[in-house]
């Protein structure tokens, strides 16, 4: 796909300041029934939509066709119209949260510049469609992981309301294109993805009173406890956390890098690592792994010779799976944080009780995005709210943390309200 | 194999590291190829966890037929295990690599420090230095000619774990010794730049005429140009002099690309791109690799090493080479590693050119399909890695 230039970003965003002014004048509810619209289009596997990312996604990302299809149905599952508008109620309705009727209101900025990252095609979605929600155009910054999905967004929201996607443009431009980028974040809002370094770089470019909501990398892990691990459960355990780790081949944010299971039992560990390693060797043959660039297979292979000989020095570390398999788990000695290569790698940590947890998990809470949690019993209950102390802004069984509620509040903050100024009317 | 195998193996590299060198330098493979097998049964022997890493793979002495062969361990084991082919009351000297306190750093112990220095020089010479080679290693030079070293590294008394100062420090001592260069020295102490002496130094050669050849990390060069920079210094340094430079700018506040770097070395020190040569080398490494500028000046800049270190630029999913032309990962074979592991795969991604490689960098574009990850900034956190 061609760049765009600094002039041809600059088109862009006076495009949908007009846009953003008919917008205003629109009754919210109409803009919000649009949207619901194209997210039940969306669920449809033969919409258009659908149809254009199974046909364009793998080329663009390297995702299997096979992941896509199956990524995408069980991410939008639950992403329904009705979702939408119950998350809309939730974050800007006055009585819903506890706000006197009328008397607050919420207000979108006059434009919204989305800066996009990574390659998964859900979270691309709602970051298009939230500023539209609160009545802020968006000026779409593609990653480049993924030129294509923001493009098939914009076309979605055009084919239910053609006015409504006169307010989405979509560009693309080099990351050193200085001018282009300067133009793109003078926006009143910016929401911005990426890595850390990058949104320190950015932050700078958005100074007050602009609005800057950032997302950075985040990590997800899943915590075991013995019920989930005994001979019975197991079976059952296995696959839902594979399918977790190669759903997008583990390069989202939501991914688990790494299972952490609190047992004392040394051989239920190793029959952990054993049964991941089935798992992901059964899974393989379903949705097989995508395409890895040269860095990503050079980390895998190095994190992976690395265990192997860490193993070969009479520790406690075993690794399953061979060189070629597109896969790896490593069965660690401890739970020190090691590098973590995605694409399908992982690895089992002891912990030798719930005490220990904290510890275990300590240089990982800044970035914990997601935390599976099974087999604790009666106490999942005081798990989950360790794990939410600990910094996690979702916790799910396994085998769902590919498919976050609409409303899950991504890095802790609303899907709507970081785009909102807030104005109270008080009674004269 | 016993002790005096190993003997008979540091002896054979030894004498082939004394050889006069020539700009040609002849590879014999037939010579490496042999002395690379003999130190993989050395070595699978004498570091069990090696024994087994690489027996788990299939490869023993009696598969491995060729260098090509021998299994690699990735530079990062360093960090955690000690990989050494002697018995650990035999340690004279550990290198380790560079960083934080935080994290862990890698560590090669050493029972001999012969070979390390041995292989130091010849590279260095014929690399920086290659109108010394008469066919032989430098001869006599006269004085008028004989280039200065100033070193952007402090001395191997204040930094004895850092290969790099320690390589510093056998040139300096080898070359003044075969009186093959001018009055020279180290101009970081205390873990600072010692601008002033520095450009006392490079003054006072500028005024006898004398070429220098200044070294040091790239990082250490941005800190002496963004001083000259600052004072509005611009150095004329005299015809002949050329520039080493070393190493990244990982964890530091300032990154230049070394198209950059170079840019700034000639505007402030008028060292041209012709004249600046980078040294690829790593603390797990008894050899060094360089640029060729300077050894075949005209031809293509490419990284070129001695005869008895091998680059081999593998696919890390099938660990096979890869077509010529295409990025691989960079493995080094160094016969000068007898102590501790000859085989290491680094952490970086080259590509073949002509008769050497360049290197492409550590992770172009990592950051592009993963939204997961701030990896460096949390393994920092946690004191590991």
């Known amino acids: ?428 | 194999m016993s002790d005096a195998a190993r003997a008979a193996l540091d002896a054979k590299v030894l004498a082939w590291m004394r050889e006069p060198a020539t700009l040609e330098w002849p590879q014999e493979e037939e010579r490496f190829d042999q002395i690379a097998r003999e130190l993989f049964h050395f070595q699978f022997d004498h570091c069990p966890p090696y024994g087994r890493f690489c027996a788990r793979q299939g490869r023993t002495p009696a598969t491995v037929t060729t260098w090509r062969d021998v299994p690699a361990v990735p530079s990062g084991a360093f960090k955690e295990l000690v990989l050494r082919s002697f018995a650990a009351d035999e340690v004279v000297h550990v290198f380790r690599t560079s960083g934080t306190s935080a994290r862990r750093r890698g560590e090669l112990q050493l029972d001999t420090l012969a070979l390390y220095e041995a292989s130091v020089l010849p590279s260095f010479v014929l690399h920086l230095l290659p109108e010394l080679v008469r066919g032989a290693l430098p001869g006599p030079v006269p004085a008028v000619a004989r280039p200065r070293l100033r070193i952007l590294a402090p001395t191997p008394l204040e930094a004895p774990d850092s290969s790099l100062s320690h390589m510093f420090g056998v040139l300096l001592r080898a070359l003044s010794l075969q009186d093959a260069i001018g009055p020279s020295g180290f101009d970081v102490a205390g873990g600072e730049l010692r601008f002033e002496s520095w450009l006392h130094a490079l003054e006072e050669g500028m005024a006898h005429d004398a070429p220098f050849v200044l070294c040091g990390t790239a990082f250490a060069f941005v800190h002496a140009l963004d001083e000259l920079a600052r004072r509005g210094v611009r150095l004329a340094l005299p015809a002949g002099s050329r520039v080493l430079e070393t190493g990244g700018f990982k964890g530091r506040t300032r990154e230049l690309s070394r198209e950059a770097l170079y840019t700034l070395i000639e505007e402030r020190l008028c060292v041209p791109p012709a004249r600046i040569v980078n040294q690829y080398g790593m603390t797990e490494l008894a050899s060094q690799f360089h640029d060729s500028v300077l050894r075949f000046s005209g031809a293509p800049r490419r990284k070129l090493g001695p005869p008895w270190a091998r680059v081999r630029l593998v696919d890390p999913t099938t660990g096979n080479e890869v077509p010529r032309g295409e990025v691989g990962v960079i493995v080094i074979h160094d016969l000068g590693n007898t102590g501790s592991v000859s085989a290491i795969e680094t952490a970086d991604l080259g590509r073949a050119i002509a008769d050497g490689f360049e290197v492409i960098g550590r992770e172009p574009g990592a950051e592009a399909r993963g939204c997961s990850l701030a990896m460096d900034e949390m393994l920092a956190g946690a004191g590991s890695a």
């Open chain 1, 1 to 428: 796909m061609s760049s765009f230039r600094f002039g041809d970003v600059a088109a862009a965003r006076a495009r949908i300041r007009d846009a953003g002014r008919a917008l205003r004048a629109r009754p919210r509810g109409e803009v919000l029934d649009s949207l619901a619209e194209v997210l039940n289009r969306w669920r449809e596997p033969s919409s258009k939509a659908r149809r254009s990312l199974d046909l364009s996604l793998p080329e663009a990302t390297g995702f299997s066709r096979e992941m896509v299809r199956a990524g995408l149905a069980l991410a939008l599952e639950r992403w329904t119209g009705d979702a939408f508008q119950a998350v809309v109620r939730r974050e800007l309705d006055p009585g819903a949260r506890g706000s006197e009727p009328g008397r607050t209101l919420a207000v979108g900025f006059e434009a919204t510049s989305v800066l996009l990252a990574g390659a998964l095609p859900t979270p691309t979605l709602l970051a298009i469609l939230a500023p539209l929600a609160v009545g802020s155009p968006a000026l779409v910054r593609t990653s480049s992981g993924d030129p294509v999905t923001a493009r098939v967004v914009a076309s979605s929201i055009a084919e239910v309301d053609p006015k409504l996607g006169a307010c989405v443009e979509v560009v693309q431009f080099p990351a050193g294109d200085r001018e282009a980028l300067e133009v793109f974040l003078s926006a009143e809002c910016v929401v911005a993805s990426g890595s850390n370094a990058t949104l320190r770089a950015i932050a700078p470019l958005v100074p007050p009173p602009q609005r800057l909501v950032a997302y950075g990398h985040r990590v997800s892990i899943t915590v075991l406890g013995p019920e989930a691990l005994t001979s019975t459960s197991l079976p059952q355990t296995c696959p839902r956390v594979a399918l977790d780790i190669a759903l997008w081949d583990q390069l989202g944010c939501l991914s688990p890098i790494a299972v952490y299971a609190v047992v004392p039992d040394r051989l239920a560990i190793d029959q952990l690592a054993s049964g991941l390693a089935s798992a992901l060797a059964q899974i393989e043959q379903e949705l097989p792994r995508g395409r890895v660039p040269i860095t990503g297979a050079a980390a895998f292979a190095r994190a992976r010779a690395d265990a192997e000989l860490r193993g070969a020095a009479s520790r406690s570390v075993a690794v399953y799976g061979t060189a070629q398999d597109p896969w790896c788990v490593v069965r660690e000695d401890s739970a020190e944080l090691r590098e973590a290569p995605m694409h399908r790698f992982v690895r089992v940590h002891p912990v030798a009780d719930l005490a220990a947890l904290p510890t275990a998990l300590a240089a990982l809470s800044p970035y914990l995005a997601a935390v599976a949690i099974d087999g604790f019993g009666l106490e999942a209950r005081s798990v989950a709210q360790l794990m939410a102390e600990r910094g996690a802004s979702r916790v799910c069984p396994p085998g769902r943390m590919q498919a976050p509620p609409l409303g899950w509040h991504h890095d802790g903050q609303g899907i709507l309200t970081p785009l909102c100024r807030f104005s109270d009317l008080e009674p004269d």
